[in-house]
């Protein structure tokens, strides 16, 4: 069992930044660093989108389109932690952003562990005033 939990988020105005953390704990420290790890995000009254994920090496990453270039995302296997870094935020990304995991090790694919997330925390609620 993975347990999940985010923080970081809170009221940001247009154009600023804010770094959001996950926290994993339930796995060894060897079964963290073997899952791709992903963040989401749900505005009210919308379905829950794709953010960002991220090898379980770290050295493979992907974005939906529309944070391209904006948000960073990271992770320290030692911490058992991922985080993503939101810059030059806009209204538009106000939304409780998830963090996920894809348990099945050492995936190769991130399309794959974009899809195939089996673990989620709680959200953390991000707001971006214009």
């Known amino acids: 069992q993975v347990h999940l939990v985010e923080s970081g988020g809170g009221l940001v105005q247009a154009g600023g930044s804010l770094r959001l953390s996950c926290a994993a704990s339930g796995p060894s420290g060897h079964a963290f660093s073997s899952y791709a790890m992903g963040w989401f995000r749900q505005a009210p009254g919308e379905e829950r989108e794709f953010v960002a994920v991220i090898s379980w090496s770290g050295g493979s990453t992907d974005y939906a389109d529309f944070v391209k270039g904006r948000f960073t995302i990271s992770r320290d296997n030692a911490k058992n932690t991922v985080y993503l870094e939101m810059n030059n935020l806009k209204p538009e990304d106000s939304a409780v952003y998830y963090c996920?995991?894809?348990?099945?090790?050492?995936?190769?694919?991130?399309?794959?562990?974009?899809?195939?997330?089996?673990?989620w925390g709680k959200g953390t609620l991000v707001t971006v005033s214009s």
């Open positions: 996920a995991a894809d348990s099945r090790s050492y995936s190769g694919s991130l399309m794959a562990s974009r899809h195939g997330m089996d673990y």
